[in-house]
């Protein structure tokens, strides 16, 4: 099993990655497509405590992104809201490529089009 890198002789989370945020979150995302097995349970309530108790440490472009990706779990979430929401946390970040952001801005702007075409189909 893939997350057993991440646990101990027990099966417990180790401490070692409570402070990888991006790695954290992307265990929350794995744990929510938990079918009843109990190493999804416990990675999802091991990342779940431990971004709770760091949001308020983090950055608040990233504390609002944690906080969000907890409150709206990626599985259960129309896509287009997730675009919007990653979109607006790579643009809060200096360090990330311009014209990467653009493209996927554009493929945002070009669904959200689409979408409203179809809508207006569907009203006629």
């Known amino acids: 099993e893939v997350l057993r890198k991440f646990t101990d002789v027990n099966g417990d989370y180790t401490l070692d990655h409570s402070k990888d945020t991006k790695g954290l979150l992307s265990l929350q995302d794995i744990s929510n497509l938990n079918m009843g097995e109990e190493s999804l349970y416990k990675a999802k309530e091991f990342s779940r405590?431990?971004?709770t108790s760091a949001i308020e440490h983090l950055d608040p472009n990233l504390a609002r992104y944690v906080r969000?990706?907890?409150?709206?779990?990626y599985h259960v979430s129309l896509m287009q809201y997730k675009a919007r929401h990653h979109l607006s946390y790579m643009q809060s970040l200096s360090s990330t490529d311009t014209k990467m952001q653009e493209l996927a801005l554009a493929e945002f702007q070009l669904?959200?089009?689409?979408?409203?075409?179809?809508?207006q189909e569907i009203k006629r």
Do not use: G, T, V, Y
């Open 111 to 119: 669904n959200k089009l689409l979408n409203q075409r179809e809508i």
């Open 49 to 51: 405590k431990h971004l």
């Open 68 to 73: 969000k990706s907890l409150d709206h779990p």
